[in-house]
């Protein structure tokens, strides 16, 4: 593992700390922090998180977390040792939605192309 994926994965893993352990905003929903892309100059971190729930919740986790976003910068600046603090933008990984699509497309696919079980033929 290469040290700009060791710092991504650093990264990942204080902000996921950080929203579950330090933020008190109940405007966040069940959020799962997924991956972070780091620029090459460790500047600038997008990081990718998922939130279980209807719309309203992810438009709502969003407004918190852009809320607070100073504060998170502050508390990864602190807890990781870089010569700067990584300017952080939070967007939404919709790629958990999309595989649970997909998955749902396929059992439908299925349920039609398989003939059912108890389909035994008497002779």
Known sequence: ????????????KEVSLIIHDELKDPRIGFITVTRVELTKDLRFAKVFYS??????????TQLALDS??????????????????????????????YSVRIEEVLNQIKEITEPPANNEHIG
Not at 51 to 60: A, D, I, N, S, T
Not at 69 to 97: C, P, W, Y
């Open 1 to 12: 593992m290469s040290r700009h994926e060791r710092v991504e994965e650093a990264i990942r």
């Open 51 to 60: 939130v279980l729930g209807k719309e309203e919740e992810h438009r709502k």
């Open 68 to 97: 607070a976003l100073g504060f998170i910068r502050s508390l990864v600046a602190q807890r990781i040792n870089l010569r700067i603090a990584t300017e952080l933008m939070f967007k939404e990984d919709h790629s958990t939605e």
